[in-house]
């Protein structure tokens, strides 16, 4: 199974992404946390470094920063049966970047999911995660980046997309991504 994961910052997606990794079997594959491993103190790289001034501020990476992460992230072994991408492609260039390496390798993505949830409830948990870019202020910049670069996605992706109302439980939510999965992929 190859999958997309598109939301806005505070969505959920990383939560989902993990659960829904280990019902598909597949490795869950984050660009933020790729970046946060890259800063991992005493083992900071130079991608982590050049990556840090855009994170903290709320801005994207520039892509080719994060589509050699991504394209090398892809060439380990557990990638071979599928994955979980959460928080790549964000911009409609990383999509094209993202299926050209697709095409390389001849596969296509089986679905792209997005997670809706009003702005007022994503303001409201990251206010509450407290990782260091969650000021309320990166946080705004965040959703304005999600809405100007990375909504339009959904119209480009509108044959694979699988839209959540991701308000409710983890385990409900979980549950509805594995339905809608089910249903389309069968
Ligand atoms: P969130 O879902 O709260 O935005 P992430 O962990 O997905 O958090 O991303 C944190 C930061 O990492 C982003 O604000 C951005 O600076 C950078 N980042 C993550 N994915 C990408 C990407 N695909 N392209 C560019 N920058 C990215």
């Known amino acids: 199974m190859r999958l997309v994961l598109v ?17 598909l079997e597949v490795p869950h594959i984050s660009t933020g946390d790729l970046f946060r491993a890259n800063l991992t103190e005493g083992a900071e790289t130079a991608i982590g470094l050049e990556a840090k001034r855009y994170m903290d501020a709320g801005d994207l990476v520039p892509d ?13 072994e557990d990638a071979i049966k599928g994955f979980i991408l959460d928080g790549f492609p964000r911009t409609l ?6 299926e050209q390496l697709l095409d390389e390798r001849g596969e296509v993505l089986d679905a ?3 997670f809706q949830v009003p702005e007022d409830v994503l303001v409201a948990r990251l206010l509450g995660r407290g990782r260091n870019d969650d000021t309320e202020e990166v946080i705004r910049r965040r959703q304005e980046v999600y809405r100007d670069e990375t909504a339009p996605l959904l119209e480009h992706y509108r044959e694979q997309l699988v839209s ?13 991504v594995a339905d ?6 069968r």
């Open 7 to 23: 939301g806005p910052p505070g969505a959920g997606k990383g939560t989902q992404a993990t659960r829904l990794a280990e019902r």
């Open 64 to 76: 080719e920063v994060t589509v050699a992460m991504v394209r090398e992230r892809l060439t380990h």
């Open 180 to 185: 809608a999965l089910r249903t389309r992929t």
């Open 164 to 176: 959540i109302d991701a308000v409710g439980t983890v385990e409900e939510i979980t549950d509805r």
């Open 93 to 98: 260039s990383q999509a094209g970047s993202l």
């Open 112 to 114: 792209v999911v997005e």
